[in-house]
């Protein structure tokens, strides 16, 4: 299994995940100089002509810590788009993805031909979000050049398979780059995934807990406090099967034991945002690893953490 170059050279094998309103550049930046991929989607720069900006300021941003840090640069960042067709930004963000030679474009809810063309006309590369094994098929045959596969237990949008059922699939077809996301939140868990046969782990929900997230103090509190059992996985919300923080669900006058099923048709992205913003505002997100996340951190100091539990796992299984 080899990566392409730009995934290669990473303090440690991480892609922070892009999360909707919580990634921004203060959360991109800090990602990318402490030597992980950094990510935000593009749909959280509102109006659409933020996005430019943004791109703007990352750019310039990663380019003075190289500038100034010549020893360890600044790990590249990725841009999440979204391929639903009710985004009626899509061609818009595109054009500016190309303008600024994006290095990575993360896709989900949906795969296309001409965006992989477009991507790999500037040179980029492209990872595709994937539930379950057909559609990383699907994926592969339509130009991505990686998968992340999402696992039970993932933030947001997350799938139902055991990720080891999934890397399992998986790899037994696909010899490029594969992401696993799922419940990592610890050094540990990102070995662990490269065992069983993921290049890269992916974490989201850890990084709302960081002084630099585009969070509520409240929301990054209640990362602290909670734990796997205070997830619920539910449809209600934006008509895709997500996970959830039980506590927001309480407070937003909801029983999380009794949830309605939801529908297709209240998922709309885009300039009008969700149909339901309840579901990005009030109920908060959150995968199944944040056990372990006991304090808010500064993105380098648990960049900083993770290092430490990776290199004293390795040590601990190659000892054995």
Known sequence: MSLPPILQGLRIPVI???MF????PKLVIAQCTSGIVGSF???NARPAELLDEW????TEALAAW???????PAAPYAVNQIVHRSNDRFEHDMQVCAKWKVPIVITSLGARVELNEAVHSWGGVTLHDVIDDRFARKAIEKGADGVIAV??????????W???ALLQEIRQWFHGPLILSGAIANGGAVLAAQAAGADLGYIGSPFIATEEANAPEAYKQAIVDSGAADIVYSDLFTGVHGNYLRSSIVS??????NLEAGSLDTMKFGSGGSSKSKAWKDIWGSGQGIGVIDRVHTVASYVDLLAEQYAAAKARVCAN
């Open 16 to 18: 922070a995940s892009p």
């Open 55 to 58: 791109m703007h300021e990352i």
């Open 151 to 160: 696992a039970a237990g993932a933030g947001g949008h997350a799938g139902r």
């Open 41 to 43: 989607p593009a749909l």
């Open 66 to 72: 190289d500038r100034e840090h010549p020893e360890r």
């Open 21 to 24: 309103i919580v990634s921004t």
């Open 252 to 257: 937003a006058g909801l029983d999380p034991d």
């Open 162 to 164: 055991s990720p080891f």
